[in-house]
């Protein structure tokens, strides 16, 4: 037995990477054929600049075009060196945690250039349970900010190391989510505050319509109509579901 090779990763394991850091490079190989495919775009993208002096009214000449964007032929060329297989480079290379430690750059920059960036997805915090600071000490859980990109299916805690699956991150959101039924506006407002995730009023009533999202119960009130209330983690629960799909068709 020995310690996985990635930096800051000291999970004991009989090969180069731990099943964590596996599942992790794994997830960033796949994205790396349809970047492969894609960057072409990015590398043609010109810009034309306009000489010294000009002003904002279209004064000046067009200085000349660079012929691609340098960086994303590097990623590109970069982007080729990555292995086919998480599993065999393992099993194989005891340089995996340096590989891995690549990918994560590598794949986070092609995937701003080909798709566009996109805002860091909030987790809460970690919650890992810490030893105490003295002997007889409760562990303490970490108080570390979970953040990670949408396309991640693994999140490193910043504070403690610990690698986290996503899916199972969001079962515990779900969880703690689902809490005590809101209205529809106090449920968007919640999920806002404590998970960052924007949902639209209008999504939020397609989701209804659509047989997606179903009310608990009828709120019982004094006024003619009740008010229909809903448990905030199912909706955050679909708004995964929905947030996937539209994901899977661009």
Request: glycine share 8%; net charge neutral.
């Amino acid at each position: 037995m020995t310690t996985c090779t990635t930096p800051d990763c000291y999970r004991v394991t009989s090969l180069y990477l731990c099943t964590d850091c596996i599942i992790e490079l794994d997830s960033l190989l796949a994205d790396v054929g349809p970047l492969l495919q894609f960057i072409g775009g990015a590398i043609d993208q010109t810009a034309v600049t306009r000489s010294p002096g000009a002003s904002g009214g279209g004064g000046g000449h067009a200085k000349s075009q660079p012929a691609m964007n340098v960086d994303a032929y590097l990623l590109r060329a970069w982007l080729h060196q990555l292995p086919e297989r998480a599993h065999a480079t393992a099993m194989e290379n005891p340089k995996a945690g340096e590989i891995l430690f690549m990918a994560r750059d590598w794949v986070s920059r092609a995937r701003d250039l080909v798709w566009g960036p996109e805002d860091k997805r909030v987790y809460g915090q970690c919650e890992e349970l810490l030893d105490g600071e003295g002997e007889n000490d409760d562990p303490i859980p970490c108080d570390g900010r979970l953040v990670a990109h949408p396309d991640d299916v693994t999140v490193k805690c910043p504070s403690c190391k610990t690698v986290h699956q996503v899916s199972d991150v969001l079962d515990r959101l779900r969880l703690k989510a689902r809490g005590e039924p809101m209205p529809p506006r106090a449920v968007r407002e919640y999920l806002q505050r404590k998970t960052k995730v924007v949902i639209l009023k209008k999504d939020f009533e397609n989701w209804v319509q659509l047989g997606r999202l179903r009310y608990v119960l009828d709120r019982v009130t004094t006024t003619k109509n009740p008010q229909r209330v809903y448990y905030p983690g199912d909706v955050l629960r679909v708004f995964e579901y929905m947030h996937g799909r539209r994901r899977m068709r661009v």
